[in-house]
């Protein structure tokens, strides 16, 4: 299945302040691909995550404009009935921190069938044996055992096996992992990014991979958005993004990666940080921590165009031969 | 060069199961660890969570002392001495924790935070205002925000505070454990240009804990790989960097994300240990066998006699 989200802008609301936390976002996640959502913290990525999973409160959360589709269906425009259908059964999501979404009171095993028995109307042994199965998809073959422990039984990187074991138990088609890995050591990191790039090749969904790592992503990713303070300031192809990159702030992310070829250089900072989505500068919204800002910057938007096939970014300069 | 440092054969146990002593099982967090750190250099302990890194930080400043084993400070053994003998020492070891959201007290202004441990050094009370404003200016933040709570502040911010209240009571040696994995990779660059900064300014020596290899083979100037409370491969950046030897290392060093093709070289292949030695401890004959030879001059790598 496809994910088209068109032009999304999201507010929250508190009073009469106005936090703007998404600016018009367009994103395509085609089918059995793997897209990634990168930005710094504060930059809108959850916000964007948890609205294709209608998560978000309203109030204080107001969706200004905008669409997003699932194949044919607006999935901003179902009652929440409909919605829960859609939410687990077709979109699953994985969390950052498994230890904070698993349900400490219940065993492995009720939380995966809990989805089952609920989307799937299947009978509790039906489902018991469905869910090891699931189990041993995602690498945690311990039979039974596992089923019925409880989470503060099992290690970090079981856990998260297991929240994706809850998300993929009812075959979804689109799956969305906030920062999956972050709370992770490099070691599981791998193993969970393994899962997630197999389970794509299994059951070819599409993925939206959220990070705020360069370089986990390029492990993983097919196609890669950069995110800046709820707009997307580049889209291009793995490959491409980190051959050539565009946008200022994208090479600027991707220099400031340490590395032990860099010894004995100052790593290279964007300095200050996030606007707060209450008070985003006017003009490009990056233009105060640019380098290769102009007056230009400061007062008209640049918006994304396209530079070569499948690339674009949204700078004034890009193309111009100007940002080095 | 001179120690500043030196760990002999430091254990750190805990008691495991079982009510009765003699069914009481030991859980050794660090096992007979030894190595050195030189004055104004940077030492890097790499490894997964779970394998005793912080345990090892913890015994170091002597937060948890350890069970067996000597700590030497200058050539001074630590382990052994009162607490009032002890308190010189621990100002000259000052520690930087992970996640500054938790190191930092939200009821207290940075100024207050910062004050105690000043007031309790006997700092002339004078001259503290002048201190922390000097020590807020050192790390980059601007000193006339110093009554504001920490929820004011940026998480790459609290870092650099909870970096300044280290500093202030002058340390020789500082301990980072892990002090930029909760941060932003844009922010971390800031941070660890900030430790740079700061090592250029004023004599400091680092221990550097972290799980990040980029990281640590960029900063530091030699580095131990920790697995299971061991210490299984030491050596300096270069070395272990070009050749690394133990299999733990070669599994961290694959692991590592975004090998982006400029570093082909550091994926290497699997080497045979020593003459005489296994990575792996082929029989047990309940002794502990285990070791660090020397695999080619200050290259270490541990490993089990044959």
Same mark, same amino acid.
């Given at each position: 299945?496809?994910?088209?989200?068109?032009?999304?802008?999201?507010?929250?609301?508190?009073?009469?302040?106005?936090?703007?936390?998404?600016?018009?976002?367009?994103?395509?996640?085609?089918?059995?691909?793997?897209?990634?959502?990168?930005?710094?913290?504060?930059?809108?990525?959850?916000?964007?995550?948890?609205?294709?999973?209608?998560?978000?409160?309203?109030?204080?959360?107001?969706?200004?404009?905008?669409?997003?589709?699932?194949?044919?269906?607006?999935?901003?425009?179902?009652?929440?009935?409909?919605?829960?259908?859609?939410?687990?059964?077709?979109? %699953?999501?994985?969390?950052?921190?498994?230890?904070?979404?698993?349900?400490?009171?219940?065993?492995?095993?009720?939380?995966?069938?809990?989805?089952?028995?609920?989307?799937?109307?299947?009978?509790?042994?039906? %489902?018991?044996?469905?869910?090891?199965?699931?189990?041993?998809?995602?690498?945690?073959?311990?039979?039974?055992?596992?089923?019925?422990?409880?989470?503060?039984?099992?290690?970090?990187?079981?856990?998260?096996?297991?929240?994706? %074991?809850?998300?993929?138990?009812?075959?979804?088609?689109?799956?969305?992992?906030?920062?999956?890995?972050?709370?992770?050591?490099?070691?599981?990191?791998?193993?969970?990014?393994?899962?997630?790039?197999?389970?794509?090749?299994?059951?070819?969904?599409?993925?939206?991979?959220?990070?705020?790592?360069?370089?986990?992503?390029?492990?993983?990713?097919?196609?890669?958005?950069?995110?800046?303070?709820?707009?997307?300031?580049?889209?291009?192809?793995?490959?491409?993004?980190?051959?050539?990159?565009?946008?200022?702030?994208?090479?600027?992310?991707?220099?400031?990666?340490?590395?032990?070829?860099?010894?004995?250089?100052?790593?290279?900072?964007?300095?200050?940080?996030?606007?707060?989505?209450?008070?985003?500068?006017?003009?490009?919204?990056?233009?105060?921590?640019?380098?290769?800002?102009?007056?230009?910057?400061?007062?008209?938007?640049?918006?994304?165009?396209?530079?070569?096939?499948?690339?674009? %970014?949204?700078?004034?300069?890009?193309?111009?031969?100007?940002?080095? | 060069?001179?120690?500043?440092?030196?760990?002999?054969?430091?254990?750190?146990?805990?008691?495991?199961?079982?009510?009765?002593?003699?069914?009481?099982?030991?859980?050794?967090?660090?096992?007979?660890?030894?190595?050195?750190?030189?004055?104004?250099?940077?030492?890097?302990?790499?490894?997964?969570?779970?394998?005793?890194?912080?345990?090892? +930080?913890?015994?170091?400043? &002597?937060?948890?002392?350890?069970?067996?084993?000597?700590?030497?400070?200058?050539?001074?053994?630590?382990?052994?001495?009162?607490?009032?003998?002890?308190?010189?020492?621990?100002?000259?070891?000052?520690? =930087?924790?992970?996640?500054?959201?938790? +190191?930092?007290?939200?009821?207290?202004?940075?100024?207050?935070?910062?004050?105690?441990?000043?007031?309790?050094?006997?700092?002339?009370?004078?001259?503290?205002?002048?201190?922390?404003?000097?020590?807020?200016?050192?790390?980059?933040?601007?000193?006339?925000?110093?009554?504001?709570?920490?929820?004011?502040?940026?998480? /790459?911010?609290?870092?650099?505070?909870?970096?300044?209240?280290?500093?202030?009571?002058?340390?020789?040696?500082?301990?980072?454990?892990?002090?930029?994995?909760?941060?932003?990779?844009?922010?971390?660059?800031?941070?660890?240009?900030?430790?740079?900064?700061?090592?250029?300014?004023?004599?400091?020596?680092?221990?550097?804990?972290?799980?990040?290899?980029? &990281?640590?083979?960029? &900063?530091?100037?030699?580095?131990?790989?920790?697995?299971?409370?061991? =210490?299984?491969?030491?050596?300096?950046?270069?070395?272990?960097?070009?050749?690394?030897?133990?299999?733990?290392?070669?599994?961290?060093?694959?692991?590592?994300? /975004?090998?982006?093709?400029?570093?082909?070289?550091?994926?290497?292949?699997?080497?045979?240990?020593?003459?005489?030695?296994?990575?792996?401890?082929?029989?047990?004959? /309940?002794?502990?066998?285990?070791?660090?030879?020397?695999?080619?001059?200050?290259?270490?790598?541990?490993?089990?006699?044959?």
């Amino acid at each position: 299945m496809e994910l088209t989200i068109k032009d999304l802008d999201v507010s929250f609301i508190q009073g009469d302040r106005e936090a703007h936390a998404l600016r018009g976002i367009n994103l395509t996640v085609g089918k059995g691909e793997i897209h990634s959502l990168v930005g710094e913290s504060g930059s809108g990525k959850t916000v964007t995550s948890t609205c294709i999973m209608g998560l978000l409160p309203s109030p204080p959360v107001r969706i200004n404009k905008g669409e997003i589709f699932l194949d044919d269906i607006n999935l901003l425009s179902l009652s929440e009935e409909d919605q829960r259908k859609i939410r687990g059964m077709k979109i %699953a999501m994985v969390f950052q921190e498994p230890a904070k979404y698993l349900n400490p009171t219940l065993k492995i095993g009720v939380q995966i069938t809990e989805s089952l028995i609920l989307h799937l109307g299947m009978s509790k042994t039906a %489902a018991e044996e469905k869910a090891l199965d699931i189990l041993t998809t995602v690498g945690l073959g311990g039979g039974k055992r596992i089923l019925h422990s409880y989470p503060h039984e099992l290690s970090g990187g079981m856990k998260q096996r297991a929240m994706i %074991a809850i998300a993929i138990s009812c075959n979804p088609l689109f799956l969305i992992a906030d920062e999956p890995t972050t709370a992770l050591d490099v070691t599981l990191q791998e193993q969970i990014l393994e899962l997630i790039m197999d389970l794509r090749n299994k059951l070819s969904m599409g993925t939206l991979f959220i990070s705020h790592d360069l370089r986990v992503v390029h492990d993983i990713s097919d196609r890669i958005s950069v995110i800046y303070a709820g707009k997307i300031v580049e889209n291009s192809s793995k490959t491409e993004l980190f051959a050539h990159p565009m946008h200022p702030y994208s090479r600027l992310l991707l220099k400031s990666i340490p590395d032990a070829e860099k010894r004995g250089t100052r790593l290279v900072t964007i300095p200050g940080k996030v606007p707060d989505a209450e008070n985003i500068p006017p003009g490009c919204a990056f233009h105060p921590r640019c380098p290769f800002a102009e007056d230009i910057c400061k007062i008209e938007e640049p918006e994304m165009k396209e530079y070569q096939e499948g690339h674009s %970014a949204a700078c004034h300069f890009c193309g111009t031969g100007k940002i080095q | 060069m001179r120690d500043i440092l030196e760990l002999r054969n430091v254990t750190k146990s805990f008691a495991g199961h079982g009510i009765l002593p003699s069914k009481r099982t030991v859980y050794k967090a660090v096992n007979n660890v030894s190595f050195t750190i030189q004055k104004d250099t940077i030492f890097g302990l790499v490894g997964e969570s779970g394998c005793g890194k912080t345990t090892l +930080a913890r015994s170091i400043l &002597l937060l948890d002392p350890p069970t067996e084993g000597e700590i030497l400070y200058n050539n001074i053994p630590l382990t052994g001495l009162s607490r009032k003998k002890l308190l010189p020492y621990r100002m000259k070891m000052q520690i =930087v924790f992970q996640d500054p959201h938790s +190191a930092l007290n939200p009821k207290m202004s940075i100024y207050k935070s910062m004050r105690e441990g000043l007031v309790n050094r006997h700092y002339p009370k004078a001259r503290i205002k002048e201190r922390i404003e000097e020590l807020l200016e050192l790390v980059g933040i601007t000193p006339s925000h110093m009554h504001r709570f920490p929820h004011e502040f940026s998480g /790459g911010q609290k870092q650099r505070i909870v970096i300044a209240r280290a500093l202030s009571m002058e340390p020789e040696l500082l301990v980072l454990d892990e002090p930029v994995s909760n941060l932003d990779v844009s922010i971390q660059a800031q941070i660890i240009n900030l430790l740079l900064d700061l090592k250029g300014k004023i004599s400091l020596t680092y221990l550097f804990i972290s799980h990040d290899l980029n &990281l640590v083979s960029y &900063l530091c100037d030699r580095i131990g790989v920790m697995s299971r409370g061991r =210490v299984v491969e030491l050596a300096d950046t270069e070395d272990i960097m070009s050749n690394p030897v133990h299999p733990y290392t070669l599994k961290l060093f694959s692991s590592s994300p /975004g090998k982006m093709g400029t570093d082909t070289g550091r994926k290497g292949h699997p080497v045979n240990p020593p003459e005489g030695y296994s990575f792996s401890e082929t029989r047990n004959t /309940g002794k502990d066998t285990f070791s660090l030879v020397s695999f080619k001059n200050s290259h270490m790598v541990g490993c089990y006699e044959k």
